[in-house]
């Protein structure tokens, strides 16, 4: 059965980081797509960073880009997601999810998805 299982999330101050974690098990992370999606409260789910299977392609939302960095270590079949300067509007559970094609904004198209993590930005 395929699993994916985040971690990494908390409660963090504004500019502070996070390195969140997904971690497969079940299967070979190698050859999957992985993006990361969030939800906040009374919002519909987006899309915020995804990479392809080789790392050749990284994708990032507009309103991470140049905060967030994702990354894979198929040696240790995980994914991770560095958040750097939080804000507030970044509260909202996590998820990662994979799919054997290639990466994709619409949720759709990820077969797996973990249970979320919650990432909570507040003073």
């Known amino acids: 059965q395929l699993q994916l299982v985040e971690s990494g999330g908390g409660l963090v101050q504004p500019g502070g980081s996070l390195r969140l974690s997904c971690a497969a098990s079940?299967?070979?992370?190698?050859?999957?797509?992985i993006g990361w999606f969030r939800q906040a409260p009374g919002k519909e789910r987006e899309g915020v960073s995804c990479i392809t299977s080789s790392s050749g392609g990284i994708h990032y939302a507009d309103s991470v880009k140049g905060r967030f960095t994702i990354s894979r270590d198929n040696a240790k079949n995980a994914v991770y997601l560095q958040m750097n300067s939080l804000k507030p509007e970044d509260t909202a559970v996590y998820y990662c999810a994979a799919t054997i094609r290639s990466c994709s904004w619409y949720g759709g198209a990820f077969s797996s998805w973990g249970q979320g993590t919650q990432v909570t930005v507040s003073s």
């Open positions: 079940g299967f070979t992370l190698d050859y999957y797509a």
